[in-house]
């Protein structure tokens, strides 16, 4: 069990290792993306762009602010290779990675602070990591590492890892208050602080708290929350030391798919719900008593309550010689509580038909008017995850560095645990409209089918207790051959032991015993007998790659890595032990210009050990097997004249699984397409600034999207038609001190939908629940430097 006198044992940061030069000063947005110092990744103090032989997208403050993120996986949209779904709200996201396989969440993306990962299983079930972390004024870059050398540093994450850098005091007292308001009414409020504390030390304190109801409005406050960061660096003669704290207290609606009507490609509004705006969370469906007892509030939404910790030493022993050492610590709840739909829109009079009968009575949970049979209904039900989470992580790294070698050291540990209580089921019987009301429905045959709009109880429990441990062991060497060449390889040995204790369901209990109430029968209800999981293995990782620089502004590179995963907690609750394996082939051309810079990478990758799964009629499903993709990745920026650039980025991808077995491995799924992931997806923003008086200036831009057709599921039966998306921007500089802008998201209203009910697969024309990206909006801010 982890204990927190691990956090009074060794408080530290950086699962990377990463030199003190790269973090001590505030990122200067005129450096070119290409020049900076790449920190995630590396095996030392850092490397440039131009010189680093894999895939890595650097996004500088100025990129955050233009891509005017509505979550922080929304930010990843601006990264070739990845496919970010972020209109589940500001938590909730799906983010999949250049073909890696996945039902969901963000399997195979890893999070760090400052270079370690703040809680080290990259997903759980209602868990992907960006619900831990919110982007804010205090970011002074964001980091993303695909393949390449990331399976050897951190927790040996082969697909994506995302560092996010904090800004930092320098010589001066710094300062910034800014104030937002979207046109739906949500309001937002940062500030940061940084300066010096004495000759060599600084600090940085900052933050945001934000209130409203958010797009999809429910009638009630859904958005609501804010966080708060600081850190603390002082430099000695030969080394340095940071600190930092970060408090997250912030939830969102969950936002889940809502009815919508399919016609081959195309998609339009069903009834009054706007595919944009609408949602069916409202005022009747808010608080609940649920049929077990439990009270439930759907304002309660997806979020994190919790504090992380860590410290950054670096000090030089000697001549060439320097250690590093780097750990995290986090503490806290990551709860989830959402209205899932349980089925289609019907008409309740079809409905009544499927349970046998015709109506008997159809009336209003409150108010109890009587309903038409007529009325178009929808089956929801109130699901509730609680997860405690607790977190410690470190890296111990020597390095040493004689002229044209640079050899590392490495042991990494990590302990975490996550204790959770789900309720999942709770469906009721909803008008199949925005802000849906509350039905009971009496059967005509005498059965009665609800209870306070419930037509089922709970049909999935889980009540467990996890535990995991990882160590491992890392060495890397990094050989400057000749001025043109540089080669690197490195291996990684990683334990993984994983155990846990969870409560038994009986399943299909008739609560009162009786048969011709509906809405208790089939109930899934903890029984007090427990039962234990256990799980333990050893993997190597490797990786070797070249550079080589053809002139000063060209340079190829080559490279291959093995990396491994482990199953998480809920896979070995499931009955899965299937333990990940990924072979990566990759290269690249990197050319900086004057006029342009551009980074295209050719990728090869092999699964085995795959699994993903659903939960379908209330019990998890899962798909086993392998996959292999291949693809190109561009990514860049064209400079024609002063004040004036284009940047882009895009990717073409041939995803399919191979030997990828589901029902029980009745059924091969071989030759299919990779589910939710598209052939072709890019990105182009150009933008144009304005100078004007001695520090004016004013800033044009906008950002053409386009993502493919995917496959919602693994079988490849319901599409997700492709869809063109613009967002525009202007800000304006009155002086060095005041700023305005104004953010557009989603200029056209257009509908695309980044998933599909995997309860209910369809096709053709009809209705169907989906769940599209978010309507047109803007947003309005104002920001005051001092």
Known sequence: MLKTTHLL????????????????????????????????????????????????????????????????ADLFKVIPGVSAE??????????????????????????????????SPPTLSFLENTQLIRIDETIARVEAVRGGTGALFGNGQPGLTVNFVQKEGGRDFEGL??????????????????????ESTSFMVGGYYASGNGIRDPRFTAEKGGQITANVRHDMDRGSILVFARYLNDRGQWLLPIPVV???????????????????????????????????????????????????????????????????????????????PASTATSADAYAASLGSTIGSLTYVNGGQAVAGSQQVIRAGTWIVRKQIEDFTNDLAVEWDSGN??????????????????????????????????????????????????????????????????YAFYAVDEF????????????????????????????????????????????????????????????????????????????????????????????????IFVSPRVDNYEGGVKVRTDLVSLYATLFHTRFKGLSTTVITNGAPI???????????????QIRPVDNFSVAFSGTWLDAKYRNFFTDGGATDLSGNRVQRQPKWQWRVTPAYDIPFGNDGKVSLYSTFTYVGDRFSDTANVQTLPNYFKIDAGISVDVNRALSFAVTADNLTDEVGLTEGDPRQLGGGSQVVNARPILGRSFRFSAAYRF
Do not use: C
């Open 9 to 72: 044992s060794s408080i530290a940061l950086f699962a990377l290792p990463v030199a003190a030069h790269a973090q001590e000063a505030p990122l200067d947005d005129s450096v070119p993306a290409d020049e900076e110092i790449v920190v995630t990744g590396t095996a030392g103090g850092g490397i440039s762009r131009q010189d680093a032989a894999f895939a890595i997208t650097n996004i500088n403050a100025e990129a955050i602010e233009r891509a005017a993120p509505n979550s922080t």
């Open 86 to 119: 972020s209109s589940g709200g500001q938590n909730g996201a799906n983010i999949f990675v250049r073909g890696y396989p996945s039902g969901g969440d963000a399997e195979f993306v890893t999070l760090t602070v400052q270079g370690v990962p703040f809680f």
């Open 177 to 198: 208050v800014k104030a937002s308001i979207t046109d739906y009414g949500d309001l937002r409020g940062d500030m940061l602080l940084s300066g010096p504390l004495g």
């Open 262 to 340: 399919r016609d081959g490609d195309k998609v339009r509004r069903f009834g009054n719900i706007d595919p944009g705006t609408g949602v069916l969370a409202g005022p009747e469906t808010r608080l609940s008593l649920l049929p077990d007892g439990t009270r439930a509030d759907l304002a309660d939404g997806r979020g994190a309550d919790l504090i992380n910790l860590g410290t950054n030493f670096d000090y030089e022993i000697g001549d060439g010689l320097q250690l590093r050492y780097r750990a995290s610590y986090l503490k806290g709840d990551a709860d989830t509580t959402g209205l899932v």
């Open 405 to 470: 070698n640079k050899f590392t050291v490495g042991a990494y540990y990590s302990d975490f645990s996550s204790n959770d209580q789900w309720n999942l089921g709770n469906v009721q019987l909803l008008t199949a409209e925005t802000n849906a009301r509350l039905l009971n429905l009496v059967l005509a045959n005498g059965q009665v089918a609800t209870d306070r709009g419930f037509t089922q109880g709970s049909f999935f429990n889980v009540n467990a207790a996890y535990d995991g441990r990882e």
């Open 480 to 575: 400057q051959l000749t001025p043109e060449l540089r080669l690197d390889a490195g291996v990684r040995y990683q334990h993984y032991r994983a155990s846990g204790t969870l409560e038994n369901n009986d399943f299909g209990v008739n609560v009162d015993g009786d048969p011709d109430t509906l809405y208790d029968n089939g109930t899934a209800v903890l029984n007090g007998t427990f039962r234990n999981i256990a799980y333990k293995k050893g993997a190597w990782s490797w990786t070797i790659g070249a550079n080589y620089d053809l002139s000063s502004s060209v340079g190829v590179y080559a490279r291959y890595n093995r990396g491994n995963t482990n199953p998480f907690f809920d896979n070995l609750r499931d009955g």
């Open 622 to 636: 899962a798909s086993v097997g392998g996959a292999r993709s291949t693809g190109i990745e561009l990514e860049g």
